[in-house]
């Protein structure tokens, strides 16, 4: 199986940054592909990016493209989400998650954690 743990949320204003981090763990990591996704109160579940562990090909939301940039530490066994120029409407509970797809449909993802909140004040 595959565990996942997210950490790295916290409070912030309009125009911070933040580095969310997902943990993973499991012997068959490498084959998957890795998505973060948020859910904000009365919003539905929304793709944000996500990278192929294996070649790092990547995907954002055009919401967030330009701002965000996932990665990952193949040595650490973690990927990560560098958030700039943060607003409001990134306001959520972020999770990661990892699929055998390159996909943004969330219900094609296999593992999820349990996911970290990041608010963004104006």
């Known amino acids: 199986q595959v565990q996942l743990v997210e950490s790295g949320g916290g409070l912030v204003q309009t125009g911070d940054s933040l580095r969310l981090a997902c943990a993973t763990s499991?012997?068959?990591?490498?084959?998957?592909?890795m998505g973060w996704f948020r859910q904000a109160p009365g919003k539905e579940r929304e793709f944000v990016a996500g990278?192929?562990?294996?070649?790092?090909?990547?995907d954002y939301a055009d919401s967030v493209k330009g701002r965000f940039t996932i990665s990952r530490d193949n040595a650490k066994n973690t990927v990560y989400l560098q958030m700039n120029s943060l607003k409001p409407e990134d306001t959520a509970v972020y999770r990661c998650?990892?699929?055998?797809?390159?996909?943004?449909?969330?219900?094609?993802?296999?593992?999820w954690g349990q996911g970290t909140q990041v608010t963004v004040s104006s």
């Open positions: 499991g012997r068959t990591i490498s084959s998957y592909s």
């Open positions: 990278i192929v562990w294996s070649g790092g090909r990547t």
């Open positions: 998650a990892a699929s055998r797809l390159r996909t943004k449909i969330a219900a094609n993802y296999d593992y």
